[in-house]
């Protein structure tokens, strides 16, 4: 039984947090010749974050952790209400790697696990991907990988957007495109069902362009 049937339903972005993830920076490339300040913005996003839920880091290693703890105390940014995890990843856009979290009527959880694929693009995601698994496990939610036709699905989070209530938005050039395409032979159709399996969509919005 998949999720949709069982009564759960992917939350609104806005609806009420347990919790925000990030992972902190680390990967130059991703910022060339602009990383200098890129930890002090993230010790931004944590001050306004943590202000209203606890929030979860992901680091490289203990060293990484240490880094990130000076950065956020030189910031002035409050200790408490902050976890840190040491899982490696290899970027830290944990939007569209971790795991969406649906929820049923009495609050709760499951979380749907996509495979990522560094956008059909990187060489370097596996780490990427088993942190999305990494996410779910330190959650204790139960865990579940979406397949269709004996395969893994490709979904990045950010590709999506809902608003709770069964409405989902995606766009036909990140789903549809042969161009860094995620998963061969998925069309519309496939993808729709697969949305309303695991999320309980009932209505997609498809954006041209």
Known sequence: MTPSHLGYRWPAEWETHAATWIAWPHNEEDWPGKFSPIPWIYAEIVRWLRSSEPVHILVQSDTHRQEAIKVLQRANVPGHDIYFHVVPTNRSWVRDYAPLFVKDRDGKKWAVKWQFNGWAKYADWRED?????????????????????????????????????????????????????????????????????????????????
């Open 129 to 209: 991907d088993a942190a999305g698994r990494a996410i779910a496990q330190i959650s204790g939610a139960p865990a579940v990988e979406v397949v269709e036709g004996g395969q893994p699905v490709v979904l990045e989070g950010g590709a999506i957007d809902g608003n709770g209530a069964g409405l989902l938005m995606t766009t036909e050039q990140c789903l549809l495109s042969s161009v860094q395409e995620r998963n061969n032979g998925l069309g519309r159709s496939d993808y729709e069902k697969l949305f309303f399996q695991w999320l309980g969509t009932q209505q997609v919005l498809w954006l041209v362009g």
